[in-house]
């Protein structure tokens, strides 16, 4: 996967996702897959404990196989991590995948992946993603600290005021047009969320509409 990458975000609550690979890679791979993911497979020689326990825990629909990978387990698949240690092993499974369009990240090779990670930055309601050059490990997790590091404490109040600021106007009637954020962002309106003075954040929001 070469070039500017095209950047989404996906829904797997209806995905079955294919995980080769047993180490410290596939580990994170797996705890950073979403909590409603449909169902996981993981196929290994052999699995580190990390990986036991968390998937003892996980809520999903999940099977392991203390084995090396078959082509075989690519049927019903929409999504695959080829996560071994082995470089030859992820080329071909990422060959694979590719031959029958499923989508896959290949851990060693960015080239032969379909898709790549995103440094996810959660804070509050807010959701970042970071994308960087894949031959740079580590730049997009860093960034993703400084960013999180510039989000204010309270974003999360913020998102939740101008959702309700929102509904109030549709319920009045009214359509109301977007924020300047930057505007915003330059206000009170923390200030005011931070010594619990609604009404006075809901006015300053009012005032930066665009």
Same mark, same amino acid.
């Given at each position: ?96 995948? +590719? ?18 990670? %995103? ?21 997009? +997790? ?39 954020? %930057? ?28």
């Amino acid at each position: 996967m070469d070039g500017a990458a095209y950047l989404v975000s996906l829904d797997l609550s209806s995905t079955n996702v294919l995980v080769v690979g047993g180490g410290k890679v596939a580990a994170r791979k797996i705890k950073g897959l979403p909590a409603d993911l449909l169902s996981l497979k993981v196929v290994a020689p052999e699995v580190i404990s990390d990986i036991t326990a968390f998937l003892s825990e996980a809520s999903w629909d999940f099977t392991l196989f203390h084995r090396r990978f078959d082509a075989q387990d690519l049927n019903c698949c929409d999504l695959v991590f080829a996560a071994t240690s082995d470089t030859a092993v992820n080329l071909e499974v990422s060959r694979l995948a +590719m031959e029958r369009g499923i989508l896959v990240n290949n851990v060693s090779d960015s080239a032969a992946s379909t898709f790549s990670n %995103l440094a996810v930055v959660n804070k509050g309601g807010l959701s970042v993603g970071v994308s960087s050059n894949p031959k740079v490990p580590g730049f997009s +997790m860093a960034i993703g600290k400084l960013i999180e590091e510039m989000l204010p404490a309270d974003i999360d109040r913020l998102l939740v005021l101008a959702a309700e600021v929102r509904s109030k106007a549709l319920s009045s009637g009214h359509s109301p047009d977007g924020l300047d954020w %930057l505007k915003v962002f330059n206000s009170r309106v923390f200030e005011y969320i931070r010594q619990g003075e609604w009404s006075q954040a809901e006015e300053s929001l009012d005032e930066c509409h665009l």
